[in-house]
Each structure stands twice: as structure tokens, then as C-alpha cells.
């Protein structure tokens, strides 16, 4: 039969027939047509050369020096072909047509038929070189071992964009376009019968591509050892780079870290005890950093054609304000570990761990006096604290000449503070959800409405945190409950639990048979919240239930929903949309890895070819995901119609020579 339409990604049928009969072509989105006319290619050729040199210089010191070089190119080829939805769209959207108001306006086809090319392609060259002196030193009882070095590193990506239309993949031609007016700002060419934006940019269709960044380390680590039982290390590094601010106090500060080690099974009162073969107690203490790219002690700002204006003039769109104060985001570690293996055959190791983030990056207010859009800038704007318990455990509990089985379990519990944040403006469940970071709670807050049903006229009623109810209806939008809803001292908004994952473990298992490997990785996400949808009569997929919203006095037993004329306005439709009752346990399983290998080194063929290693390995990646609450909705899906994660399935060939 004929490929069925998805009325919602298309036109009313009746004005689909009126253009078509207008010379337009079909508006309908047909899925299976798309399947087989569009299509995503890609082609990606990597090259890398590793030089490093030794010299022995006596006296415990080696020097090393080398690099690496590395070159990719990318190749993208985005292909639609005539008669897609995509295709005939670009067709509608710029066809004039004579009108009742303009009957002898010609006809014209400012797209052409035809197939639709876009073509990018990139080019990333990295560069590494790095000089080093390594220092073993064995006296005795005591070791000592260091290095000292300096790293020098470039990145830049370039690449351009191409498309083209009326284009036909037999003979590789394409058909004019007359872009000159497509993107005349205002004054562009637009349908008549069907009007769009999407070609208000040419940097869409046609671009250059740059950008490099350059980095700049020097580094040190000692380690101290006694009776290779006692240690202490101590590490040092400075880094510069293109990316930073200008004040002299950011620049040059320093991230360090101090640790001690005791291997207690080397004492006396430990190696004696037969099933204890490692145990090893470590503690650290220190600082590392990140910086985000798009805050710089420069303004920053990229050229582009401004469509506002007749005929399109180029303009630069402001990306990032000066930061002359923009520094790392610096994060404090302390951890405490202890590593073992008993029994021969069982690892494992326990670890706590504080972290303690001081100028993290994000998109506060701004002085508007600065110029910046929408007074919003990306700056150094919150403290955070981590802390948390880490438990791995990973043993062979068969192995013969010809069979292996193992198995790994990691379990981890974190818990997240936000120490202090500068922030101004609204507090309600939608802005403090887009933020992330709300003073005094963890990272990722998820804020709700306590709203409890319907009054008899279809009004949602929230409660505060001491029980008095209010109801929110149109006719209160501007007034002190509006005020109130957008309050931290209200009352109303509360908080309903973390949306990120405080708990997570995984289970993997691997047999090894001869030749053949099986491997199984399970995952578990815990500890977090999520906001399931709610039916909404609006929605272009309603939900079951949408349809039972309040209508007439006494449908307030029956459903949660608003009326109509509520749930177009502000207050009643977020008393509904951030009602506590849709916030649920969000705890998931997935069972993520299954991979089954097979090896054939030992065939002659491949001895003879010169392979060292030569191997076949099929694989599958989310083969299942289930949702332990009552709705099976997981934050890895968010979505009702498809409670599982997309499989991927790979089969691959390995070799080495």
C-alpha cells in the first residue's frame, strides 16, 4: 500500500489539497518516505605518530622529550532526496503564487526541485610536545622518585560548509538558487501560501570554520618511599593557556596535591595472616581546575549576516563578555582509600572523597550596563561541595588453562551541596529548574507546587508550607499570589528532591571460553527524582486521561486537571505542570553492554597476513531499560511511548599488526 501521513508534523488536510492544487507540492510528512529518501553519511580518516626519546644522563636522571601529532578529517554528507518532506518543504516555503490581492503575480520557484546536498567538512590537527627528567634513586631503605617537565600543546579545527539545491547524486549537478534573494533580510523572498524563517541565515548553508586553542604546562612529582612500605608524593603544576583571564593573581596559580601511602601487608602482624595478600591504606590531598571556554578576558564574538537589515549587512553576534577576572574553576580533593586483595583472586578497594568546587562556571545576571544579552554572561558564580563512598570489587572466581570467569561490582553514593551561588531573580519550580545551582541545596534541585486537586470552578489550589491553601485562577495574575508563587520566603515553592543520580552501580561479568568472550554490563541509576508528564489536553500527543479535564461543578472528584481557560494562563497551568504528586522516584536499570567476541589468531591465514591479534566482536548497548516506579518512566528515556533506550548494535573487526 501507500506510505501513511503523521497529521502532526503536517498540513491540514484540506489546505494540503488547496496548495498542491496551486502547483505547490505535498505538505504531508510520510515517515517511511523519509526512511528510504534521506540519509546521514559520515567518514572519518584519523592519523597519529608517537616519537619519544630517552637519554640516560647518570647518576639516576633520565631525559625524555618527544610528542605527538595527530591529524583527523571529517566527512559529513546530509543527503534528502526529492519528493521527502524535508525537500518539499524547502520547495513551499519560497514559492510565489498569485494571490486574491495580487492575481497577476507569476508563479516562481525560488528553490528548485530536486535532491538537497549539505556537505561539512573538517579538518582537527593537535599537536604535543612534551621535555621531561625523570629521577630513580634507590639508597638503602629509601627511594626517591621524580620527574620534572614542560608540556607544550596546540588544537585547531577548521572546516567548511556547503549545500546545495536541485541537486541530482547521478551526475552530481545541482540547480541555480537565487540566494541574493532568499536572505535579503526583511525584504527576502518568502512563500505566499506557505510562509518560513529557516532560510534567514546563510551561515546555515554556507561556512568557514576556525578555531584554536593553545596550552602551555609545566609540572613536577615526587615520591618518597621507606622501606617500600611508607610513602609520600607531592605534585606541582602550572598551566597557561589562550583561555584565560588577564588579572596576574588568576594566571599563574598553581593546583597541587600531597599523599601518603601505607602498605600495611608488608608489616609484620598483617603478612602473617595467610588470606590477606594487598592491603593498602592512602590518603590525598589537593587541587585541579577547569576553565570554561566561552568566558575570556577578551570580548568575544562571531560575524554573522544580520537579517533585520535591507540589504543583509554582516554583524557580529556577541558571544561572551570581558572577563578580566576569569580563573579556574578550582576544586579542593581529599580522599582516603584502602585497596586489598584476599583470598588470591578477590580486588577491592573502599574510598571516601570530599570535593569542594569554588568558582564554578555558569550564566548568571549581569550588570546590564555591560552590554551582554539579556543581561546574562557566563562567569565564576557558585560554590559547590561533593562527598560521597566508593566501593569496587573485581575477582576471577574460575580460571583454567581454558575458562575464565569474572567479575566486577562498583557501587557508588554521592551527595551535592550548593555552598553559595550569586544569583538574582524569579524563584519558582521553572527558573530554579533551568539554573541547577540553588543556595542550600544539592546540585540539580527540583522545586514543586504543593497542589492538592481543584476548587468547584476548576482552579487549582496550592498549599504552603504551614497548610493554608490558595487558589490560583487568571484573575489573580499580577497580584500578591503571583508575587508569592515566584517567592523562596512564601512558602510555596518547595522542594521535591534531586533530578541528578546520587546512587550508582554497576555489574559486569566476562567469560572467557577458548577463543570466545562474553561480556554483560548491567548499570544502576538510584537516589533522584523525576517530574513524569502530566496529561494535558493541548499536548500534541495527549497522554490517557487528557481528555478528563474539569468541565462543569463536581468534576473536581473526579480529576486533578484545570479547566480550559486555566491551563492557558500562567499561575493555574504551573500550579498543574509543577504539582509535587507528578514527581516520582526516578531509580532505573539498564542493561548496557553485551558483547560476544571471537578471536582467530591461531588460524595459519592470519599468522601468515602478519596480524597479531584478529578479532570478530558483535556487540549490543541498552538492550533494556526498566523504571522501578509505578509509571516504569526513566530519566534515561523521558518518555511515556518509549519506556526503553534506543539498542545499538555493532559488529566489528579488530586487528593489529
Do not use: C
Request: glycine fraction near 8%.
Amino acid at each position: 500500500g501507500n506510505p501513511s501521513a503523521i497529521i502532526s508534523r503536517s498540513y491540514a488536510p484540506v489546505y494540503n489539497n488547496f496548495i498542491m492544487s496551486q502547483g505547490l507540492l505535498d505538505g504531508n510528512y510520510y515517515p517511511l518516505v523519509d526512511l528510504n529518501s534521506i540519509s546521514d553519511k559520515s567518514r572519518t580518516i584519523n592519523n597519529k605518530i608517537i616519537a619519544n626519546f630517552t637519554y640516560n644522563l647518570g647518576k639516576g636522571f633520565d631525559l625524555l622529550f618527544g610528542g605527538v601529532y595527530e591529524t583527523s578529517k571529517d566527512e559529513n554528507k546530509h543527503l534528502a532526496g526529492q519528493g521527502s518532506s524535508e525537500v518539499n518543504a524547502w520547495v513551499n516555503n519560497y514559492t510565489v503564487t498569485p494571490t486574491a490581492a495580487n492575481p497577476t503575480l507569476a508563479f516562481k520557484r525560488n528553490v528548485p526541485d530536486g535532491d538537497f546536498l549539505r556537505q561539512l567538512n573538517t579538518t582537527n590537527t593537535s599537536y604535543t610536545a612534551r621535555a621531561q627528567i625523570n629521577y630513580n634513586k634507590r639508597f638503602g631503605n629509601h627511594s626517591l622518585n621524580g620527574i620534572a617537565g614542560t608540556e607544550m600543546r596546540s588544537v585547531k579545527s577548521t572546516g567548511n560548509l556547503a549545500s546545495y539545491f536541485g541537486y541530482n547524486d547521478q551526475s552530481l549537478l545541482q540547480q541555480p538558487v537565487d540566494f541574493a534573494s532568499i536572505f535579503n533580510g526583511v525584504a527576502a523572498v518568502r512563500g505566499t501560501l506557505v510562509t518560513s524563517n529557516q532560510l534567514g541565515d546563510m551561515t546555515t548553508f554556507f561556512n568557514q570554520l576556525y578555531n584554536e586553542d593553545r596550552f602551555l604546562s609545566g609540572y613536577s612529582n615526587l615520591i618518597y618511599s621507606y622501606k617500600d612500605t611508607y610513602s609520600l608524593s607531592g605534585s606541582i603544576r602550572f598551566d597557561q593557556s589562550n583561555l584565560f583571564g588577564s588579572d596576574p593573581k588568576y594566571k599563574y596559580k598553581p593546583l597541587w596535591s600531597l599523599g601518603a601511602a601505607w602498605n600495611i601487608d608488608r608489616e609484620k602482624f598483617i603478612s602473617e595472616v595467610e588470606w590477606v595478600n594487598r592491603l593498602k591504606l592512602r590518603a590525598a590531598f589537593g587541587f585541579n581546575g577547569n576553565v570554561a571556554k566561552l568566558s575570556l578576558p577578551q570580548v568575544l564574538a562571531v560575524a554573522r549576516n544580520n537579517a533585520a537589515n535591507t540589504p543583509v549587512l554582516t554583524s557580529l553576534m556577541l558571544l561572551s563578555n570581558a572577563n578580566r577576572g576569569l580563573r579556574w574553576e578550582q576544586t579542593e580533593n581529599l580522599n582516603l582509600g584502602l585497596d586489598f586483595t584476599i583470598f588470591g583472586k578477590i580486588n577491592g578497594s573502599f574510598e571516601y572523597y570530599t570535593k569542594k568546587t569554588t568558582d564554578v562556571m555558569g550564566t548568571s545576571t549581569v550588570d546590564p550596563t555591560v552590554g551582554a544579552y539579556q543581561n546574562q554572561a557566563l562567569i565564576n558564580f557558585a560554590t559547590i561541595r561533593n562527598n560521597g563512598l566508593e566501593f569496587s570489587l573485581n575477582s576471577d572466581w574460575i580460571t583454567t588453562s581454558n575458562f575464565n570467569w569474572n567479575t566486577g561490582i562498583a557501587i557508588g553514593k554521592n551527595n551535592s551541596k550548593v555552598l553559595d551561588v550569586s544569583r538574582n531573580g524569579l524563584y519558582n519550580p521553572y527558573v530554579l529548574g533551568r539554573l541547577g545551582y540553588v543556595s542550600g541545596y544539592p546540585v540539580g534541585a527540583m522545586f514543586s507546587y504543593d497542589t492538592r486537586g481543584l476548587n468547584n470552578e476548576g482552579h487549582p489550589i496550592i498549599y504552603d508550607q504551614n497548610g493554608t491553601p490558595f487558589v490560583v485562577n487568571t484573575s489573580n495574575t499580577g497580584t500578591p499570589l503571583t508575587t508569592a508563587m515566584n517567592s523562596k520566603d512564601s512558602g510555596l515553592v518547595q522542594y521535591s528532591g534531586s533530578t541528578l543520580p546520587t546512587i550508582n552501580a554497576g555489574l559486569s561479568n566476562r567469560i572467557d571460553f577458548g577463543n570466545f568472550y562474553f561480556f554483560a554490563m548491567i548499570n544502576y541509576y538510584g537516589g533522584f527524582k523525576v517530574r513524569v508528564p502530566r496529561p494535558t489536553p493541548s499536548d500534541n500527543r495527549p497522554l490517557p486521561g487528557a481528555d478528563n479535564y474539569w468541565r462543569v461543578p463536581g468534576d473536581e472528584l473526579k480529576t486533578d486537571i484545570p479547566n480550559l481557560v486555566d491551563l492557558l494562563a500562567t499561575n493555574p497551568s504551573w500550579a498543574y505542570s509543577y504539582n509535587k504528586n507528578y514527581v516520582v522516584h526516578g531509580d532505573y536499570m539498564t542493561i548496557g553492554d553485551l558483547t560476544l567476541s571471537y578471536r582467530l589468531n591461531d588460524l595459519n591465514l592470519i599468522k601468515k597476513a602478519g596480524f597479531k591479534n584478529f578479532e570478530i566482536k558483535a556487540q549490543v548497548s541498552n538492550l533494556y531499560t526498566v523504571g522501578f516506579n509505578r509509571y516504569n518512566y526513566s530519566a534515561a528515556t523521558r518518555s511515556y511511548a518509549k519506556s526503553y533506550v534506543t539498542p545499538t548494535y555493532t559488529l566489528a573487526l579488530f586487528t593489529n599488526f
